[in-house]
């Protein structure tokens, strides 16, 4: 119950901003279950448009394509961190780009209470690489040791300035 409890939270959320949605899933959830409350699911279908694929399809190229499909400002939200299809990619730079695309449009749950409380990890609309304007460098870093998933960004910044 916690997924579909999960997954009615954040199409709630979301529906209050005014949002256009798309929610892929499988057709199991189609059927009334203990996990699967048809309900709520309708209450959800008011809110978000639905795609089903077949319930031993893989869902990530769908999500893939809706996302890259639907323009730039488009975000999507996943607990899978695609290390799969990255690494699929053909070389270091193909797979880096993907990476700064994926930072760029991936909304992260990093607050959750079930009916609560729910939030999402900022996206950045920045790239967190050093950069510069000639005189002047910002150097993205870490202030300490713990390790940071994938999609997890440095937040401090070293700005330096050429006199």
């Not at 279908?45 to 639907?70: G, M, R």
């Not at 899978?80 to 270091?92: F, G």
């Not at 870490?142 to 401090?156: A, C, G, I, N, Q």
């Amino acid at each position: 119950m916690i997924q579909f409890q999960q997954l009615l939270d954040v199409v709630l959320c979301l529906a209050k901003h005014n949002l256009r949605l798309l929610v892929l899933g499988r057709k199991h959830m189609l059927k009334g279950s203990r996990d699967w409350d048809r309900r709520n699911m309708a209450i959800m279908q008011k809110k978000a448009d639905f795609f089903f694929t077949e319930n031993v399809s893989e869902d990530d190229p769908f999500l893939l394509y809706a996302t890259l499909h639907s323009g730039s400002h488009c975000k999507f939200v996943t607990r899978d961190l695609l290390r799969d299809h990255k690494a699929c990619l053909p070389d270091s730079l193909t797979r880096r780009l993907f990476f700064k695309w994926q930072r760029g449009h991936q909304m992260v749950l990093s607050d959750y209470v079930p009916g609560k409380r729910i939030k999402f990890e900022p996206v950045l609309n920045y790239d967190t690489i050093v950069q510069t304007t000639g005189s002047t460098w910002h150097i993205p870093y870490d202030d300490s040791l713990l390790k940071r998933s994938s999609y997890e960004v440095p937040t401090k910044w070293l700005c330096l300035q050429q006199k």
